[in-house]
């Protein structure tokens, strides 16, 4: 589809990374779990390399540093390198000095396996909200140019309703940010729906996402943010959430998901974060 170009971002974790997963597979468990993001991951750059598309992938630097070589081949892939964070724990569930140090360790090990130096933030479940909103300022004073770390919805887990649903630039003591909301539509009475992919996408049909991505590009000429996990695309990984709810955010959709991303790729044209939202508008 011709006009305005979206950004699509991927967010490099394994299966058992989710914040879902946090209690049936726990840190200390991880290196004993089998793992499946590199062969996840490569799935999605080959979707990616049908399309013809570039997009910004968010690496765990705990990914990284156990997969460099998957590193390596998505920079030379040509998509942007971004930065998820080391552990994928939740930032407003840290120190300011502990999520500098989890951002720092992370970065290292990013640019020791691709040579680059990450300039885009996505923090684990968007977890950057009002009560965490210093973590902005330290990711200024990392170097950090870009974050996509703020949802403007109302959700149990994240969520800054009434944020800017479009890009903006934040200031900070370290200086500015340029903030990419993952995608929302607003609805009658001033209400703010997600439609940034990642669970709605898997989750809900997909004429749900489209007609909210065309309502952003088309009645309101802007462009839009979307996100995904490689998981999502590898409905044979092992059921590991327990609970009801935990097990229907993490597995439901699953077997769909590529089919829904095809046709995305496919409908709507798609670059970087940074190359989309070079300066805020």
Not at 40 to 50: G, K, N, Q, S, Y
Not at 102 to 115: K, L, M, S, Y
Not at 128 to 154: N, Q
Not at 225 to 251: I, K, N, S
Request: proline content about 6%; aromatic content about 10%; charged content about 20%.
């Amino acid at each position: 589809m011709a006009g305005i170009v979206n950004a699509i971002s991927v967010d490099v974790e394994d299966y058992f990374h989710p914040t879902e997963l946090a209690v049936s597979a726990p840190v200390d468990q991880w290196d004993a779990l089998p793992s499946r993001v590199e062969s996840a991951t490569r799935h999605t750059l080959d979707l990616f390399a049908e399309a013809g598309v570039k997009g910004t992938f968010f690496i765990l630097g705990w990914v990284a540093e156990r997969h460099p070589a998957l590193v390596r081949d998505i920079a030379a892939a040509g998509h942007e390198i971004g930065c998820h964070s080391y552990w994928h724990r939740l930032v407003y569930d840290l120190t300011p000095e502990e999520f500098r140090a989890d951002t720092e360790r992370a970065c290292d090990v990013i640019e020791q396996a691709c040579g680059i130096r990450p300039r885009a933030y996505r923090a684990p479940s968007y977890s950057i909200t009002r009560k965490s909103w210093w973590a902005l300022e330290v990711l200024a004073s990392l170097g950090f140019t870009h974050d996509s770390s703020i949802y403007p919805i109302v959700h149990d887990r994240y969520g800054v309703p009434g944020f800017n649903r479009h890009v903006s630039t934040i200031e900070t003591a370290s200086g500015p940010l340029t903030e990419v909301p993952a995608a929302t539509v607003e609805l009658t009475g001033g209400q703010v729906a997600p439609i940034g992919g990642g669970g709605y996408l898997r989750l809900l049909p997909y004429r749900y996402t489209a007609a909210g991505l065309r309502r952003v590009n088309f009645q309101e000429c802007r462009a839009a943010c979307l996100y995904l996990h490689p998981w999502e695309l590898d409905p044979g990984q092992p059921r590991l959430a327990r609970g009801a709810v935990a097990r229907w955010r993490t597995y439901l959709g699953l077997a769909g998901m590529e089919g829904k991303l095809r046709r995305l790729l496919r409908e709507f044209s798609f670059s970087t974060v940074r190359e989309v939202f070079h300066a805020a508008n």
